[in-house]
């Protein structure tokens, strides 16, 4: 599975953003998706997870903020971030797995390279 993120970029503190992360490849195995962000000298942090039925988990630190989403057809998975906050700013990532623990704190086979979300104020 090949995955790459696009929508990144810069937007103000409280702005919103959508980060996409379309699949190519074996996409069967795509069994579950999900987001997560890195900061420098950071871990990497899990944000949210969606099964291929759209059963959606999300990390306490975005919940309410963040919605994963998907569309099968297109093969393409969303993040759509609002109430963006400066200690958001991180590289995005999207990530799959094929095996049915679908939770940010599963461990995903297939990984994109990643956007850069940057917020200021």
């Known amino acids: 599975v090949q995955l790459v993120e696009s929508g990144g970029g810069s937007v103000q503190t409280g702005g919103s953003l959508r980060l996409s992360c379309t699949a190519s490849?074996?996409?069967?195995?795509?069994?579950?998706m999900g987001w997560f962000r890195q900061s420098p000298g950071q871990e990497r942090e899990g944000l949210a997870a969606i099964t291929r039925n759209g059963a959606t988990s999300y990390a306490d630190s975005v919940k309410g903020r963040f919605t994963i989403s998907q569309d099968n057809a297109k093969n393409t998975l969303y993040l759509q971030m609002a109430s963006l906050k400066f200690e958001d700013t991180a590289v995005y990532y999207c990530?799959?797995?094929?095996?049915?623990?679908?939770?940010?704190?599963?461990?995903?086979?297939?990984w994109g390279q990643g956007t850069q979300v940057t917020v200021s104020s």
């Open positions: 490849g074996r996409t069967d195995r795509s069994r579950c």
């Open positions: 990530a799959a797995h094929s095996h049915s623990i679908c939770h940010s704190g599963a461990v995903f086979t297939y």
